[in-house]
């Protein structure tokens, strides 16, 4: 009801969350999950809780006071995340289900696309879902003295999913080319565009 006018450093902020939130924190996921496994991509994201954490602590947003319970019981359920972000990530358990070629056919693509990485740049995938990780945090972080300021949070949203959307059609534009690529084949297409 009592919304602030939009100002210039508003959609500015809101522009920098959208680059930060949307723009990339889904691209650096795309791109690490290009080259990596996605097995692998969704089990990283656990970390981002205690990342978050960390990022606001050390900004000063949240207050972290040892001296008191909940103050301990954020440090130990910051490190119980690590450890279990950090079990899941790394711990290779027995393989439950390993389709076996047959002697006349070559293996399905299909299996491949499954979670099978092999011939993919796993250090540049890491380093991609590390970036997504951090963007991801830092959107969560960064939210806070904007919706201070400008506590209409249905419009933030909205400002930022717009700006995200320009910034990945700009993206797009750069990457894709081929103007065959932007032709609607289906109304099926264009429904999930608009969706």
């Not at 359920?77 to 027995?94: F, M």
């Not at 970036?131 to 249905?154: F, M, T």
């Not at 320009?166 to 429904?191: C, N, P, T």
Request: net charge positive.
């Amino acid at each position: 009801k009592d919304r602030p006018a939009i100002t210039l450093n508003f959609l500015l902020q809101f522009f920098l969350l959208a680059l930060v939130g949307i723009t990339a924190n889904q691209g650096f996921y795309l791109l690490g999950l290009d080259n990596t496994s996605p097995t692998f991509a969704s089990a990283i994201q656990n970390s981002v809780p205690a990342i978050t954490f960390l990022m606001a602590a050390l900004l000063r947003i949240e207050k972290v006071r040892l001296d008191r319970k909940d103050g301990i019981s954020k440090v130990i359920g910051t490190a119980l995340c690590v450890a279990g972000a950090s079990v899941i990530t790394l711990y290779q358990g027995p393989t439950i289900y390993s389709p076996r070629p047959s002697l006349n056919r070559p293996t399905p693509p299909m299996f491949v696309s499954l979670g099978d990485a092999n011939g993919k740049n796993w250090t540049l995938g890491c380093l991609f879902l590390i970036g997504h990780c951090l963007s991801w945090s830092g959107w969560l972080v960064l939210q806070a003295p904007v919706l201070k300021k400008y506590p209409a949070r249905l419009s933030v949203t909205s400002y930022t999913c717009f700006f995200g959307l320009i910034q990945f059609l700009v993206i797009a534009a750069v990457f894709e080319r081929d103007a065959q690529a932007w032709v609607f084949h289906s109304g099926g297409e264009l429904f999930t565009i608009l969706y």
